[in-house]
């Protein structure tokens, strides 16, 4: 009963739990794997262009997380994983998950601002 009402403030406590988990697997890869595993991850939190919803973004980031894995497992160079652009890469590796994006819900949330804003001026 508390843990439901923790959720309805806090968010899924599943879902902190995974991506903690999925923190923890990035902070045990060894160089350079760990290295651009966490520039993905920051491209990613800036660009906008992943998912809002939770579920499909811990999915995302535990299949990130595999990816990066099997590479230092294989001892795959990082450059072959990401290729020569790797904002391509990241983008088409957040396309493969469906949903509504940050920069979505920011485009939303601007066209809406600019509607309200154009009916307050004089005419």
Avoid: C, H
């Avoid at 995974?18 to 939190?45: D, T």
């Avoid at 160079?77 to 994006?101: H, L, M, W």
């Amino acid at each position: 009963m508390a843990a439901k009402w923790i959720e309805m403030v806090t968010g899924s406590l599943e879902q902190k739990k995974q991506w903690r988990q999925y923190k923890a697997r990035v902070k045990a890869l060894p160089e350079p794997y760990r290295g651009a595993a966490n520039a993905v991850e920051r491209y990613f939190m800036v660009s906008g262009s992943i998912t809002v919803d939770g579920e499909t973004l811990v999915t995302m980031f535990s299949d990130l997380a595999d990816l990066w894995e099997r590479a230092a497992a294989d001892g795959t160079p990082v450059r072959e994983i990401v290729g020569d652009d790797p904002a391509e890469f990241a983008e088409t590796f957040a396309q493969a998950y469906s949903g509504k994006r940050w920069i979505d819900k920011e485009r939303e949330r601007l066209n809406k601002s600019i509607d309200e804003a154009e009916k307050g001026e004089p005419k």
